[in-house]
């Protein structure tokens, strides 16, 4: 069973940083494409960051060289370190695992399954 449990939310001003993690089940960590995606009100779901079973990242237009994830094999956890947040990274954050062979940034929330949720609001 694949479990995603995120923290980390918050509320920050914008140019402020904030670190999501999510501590991800045994199995689907070894065997799954992971990442985050996010989801404000009247907006459609948007992959931000996914990194593949060999390490290689992956990263929407819109965050890059702001955000980095990153991943604790040790502890079977996934980070997504945002920087220079702006109000328009408002949105709930979601740690998604999407099975194989399915990978790449548009795929999370779109296929496979995710957790409850972090909330982060970035105020001007």
């Known amino acids: 069973q694949v479990q995603l449990l995120e923290s980390g939310g918050g509320s920050v001003q914008a140019g402020g940083s904030l670190r999501l993690s999510c501590v991800v089940s045994?199995?689907?960590?070894?065997?799954?494409?992971i990442g985050w995606f996010r989801q404000s009100p009247g907006k459609d779901r948007e992959g931000v960051a996914g990194?593949?079973?060999?390490?290689?990242?992956d990263y929407a237009d819109s965050v890059k060289d702001r955000f980095t994830i990153s991943q604790d094999n040790a502890k079977n956890t996934l980070y997504l370190d945002m920087n220079s947040l702006k109000p328009e990274d408002s949105a709930m954050y979601y740690c998604?695992?999407?099975?194989?062979?399915?990978?790449?940034?548009?795929?999370?929330?779109?296929?496979?399954?995710w957790g409850q949720g972090t909330q982060v609001t970035v105020s001007s």
């Open positions: 990194i593949e079973t060999t390490g290689t990242t």
């Open positions: 998604s695992a999407v099975p194989p062979p399915f990978h790449g940034v548009w795929t999370l929330g779109r296929f496979g399954s």
């Open positions: 045994d199995d689907t960590y070894n065997t799954h494409y």
